[in-house]
Nanobody
Framework: QVQLVESGGGLVQPGGSVRLSCAAS????????MAWYRQAPGKQREYIAA???????RYADFVKGRFTISRDNAKNTADLQMNSLKREDTAVYYC???????????WGNGTLVTVSS
């Protein structure tokens, strides 16, 4: 069984920064991708960024250099550093683990980021 736990959410002022962390535990196949998604109130869940176990990174276009994804393979963690936050970044942020070679995919429960003054 695989479990993902996100942390680091909270209230942040516009223009501020926050770092989210995702810790994966359980039977994790070493070839995988960890990704971050978000879901704003009343909107569909959207992709933010992903990083593979080999270090390949892909970002959604809207990130525009404001967010940085990173991971620690030894610890099975993935972080999302978010800078220059805007009110429209308010959302629940979810971690995703894709074990694509096994056809398995897992989600965390999410962490809320509220950007407000």
């Amino acid at each position: 069984q695989v479990q993902l736990v996100e942390s680091g959410g909270g209230l942040v002022q516009p223009g501020g920064s926050v770092r989210l962390s995702c810790a994966a535990s359980g039977n994790i196949f070493p070839i995988n991708a960890m990704a971050w998604y978000r879901q704003a109130p009343g909107k569909q869940r959207e992709y933010i960024a992903a990083i593979t176990s080999s270090g390949n990174i892909r970002y959604a276009d809207f990130v525009k250099g404001r967010f940085t994804i990173s991971r620690d393979n030894a610890k099975n963690t993935a972080d999302l550093q978010m800078n220059s936050l805007k009110r429209e970044d308010t959302a629940v942020y979810y971690c995703n683990l894709d074990l694509w070679t096994l056809g398995m995919n897992y989600w965390g429960n999410g962490t809320l980021v509220t950007v407000s003054s």
